[in-house]
């Protein structure tokens, strides 16, 4: 029971670096709701098996605090290995019909993608249909989450602007080999929510922690009747 308890517990502070980036032994306890003695020991053994790492930073007159953050070895702990066959044969496919033709191919593989989600999603208000979105987006091995962003002063026609935030990529090897599969998943959004502005905040291929997207939705109070589609 004990050892079952402790990977439960190493997964999470895995799963919490995933999301957050970085953090200290004592935020972690914080969030977990364990001592810090028992977390050192988990980080410890983390760090032992090479899946996570720190950095000491200075803070004020006290003593140096130590940030952890996942390695390499760290973020490959999450399930991806599928997308190895997906790579071989993107490869193959170049090489016998060019990249054009593959670029061609990735573009109808989004398109059909954006209207199976279309249909999941609904036509319900901007706020349901991101939340559907992103359980979606989580039944297919994406860490995604959505937040509200409060409308800016300046912002007279009172948008409402969501955060999509992608902290484990399901493709995140394919992406690498084949970035443009990137562009397509940005031009999917945007036609999935047809009636919003769709705009890349954060890239993970960019060596950013996690892919975020920016959502601006229509006038809150009067909702244009055919707002223009515009995919980013």
């Known amino acids: 029971m004990a050892t079952t308890q402790h990977q439960s517990t190493k997964h999470d502070i895995l799963q919490l670096l995933l999301k957050q980036a970085q953090a200290t032994a004592q935020e972690l306890a914080e969030t977990l709701d364990i001592s810090p003695q028992a977390i ?9 098996e090479g899946l996570i790492a720190y950095n000491s930073v200075q803070v004020g007159m006290g003593r140096p605090q130590h940030v952890y953050e996942l390695t390499t070895q760290g973020r490959e702990h999450f ?4 997308d190895e066959f997906a790579i071989s044969f993107l ?3 170049t090489q016998t019909v060019g990249h054009e033709q593959v670029s061609q191919i990735l573009h109808k593989q989004w398109q059909r993608k954006a209207i199976e989600y279309r249909e999941k999603v609904g036509k319900g208000s901007l706020k349901e249909r991101v939340e559907k979105l992103v359980e979606l ?12 962003l409060e409308s800016e002063p300046l912002d007279t ?3 409402e602007r969501y955060i999509l ?7 995140s090897n394919v992406a690498e080999s084949f970035p443009s599969v990137c562009g397509h998943e940005l031009e999917m959004f945007g036609e999935i929510l047809e009636d919003c502005t769709v705009e890349r905040t954060h890239w993970i291929v960019n060596g950013e922690h996690r892919c975020g997207y920016l959502i ?7 909702p244009p009747p055919n707002p223009p589609c515009t995919g980013g």
């Open 40 to 48: 050192r020991r988990h980080l410890k053994d983390l760090e032992m």
């Open 157 to 159: 026609n009172n948008h």
């Open 165 to 171: 935030t992608e902290h484990h990529c399901a493709i």
């Open 216 to 222: 601006i939705g229509g006038n809150r109070e009067q």
């Open 137 to 148: 987006r989580k039944t297919e091995g994406y860490m995604a989450e959505w937040y509200l």
């Open 91 to 93: 490869d193959t496919l």
């Open 79 to 82: 399930p991806n290995r599928y």
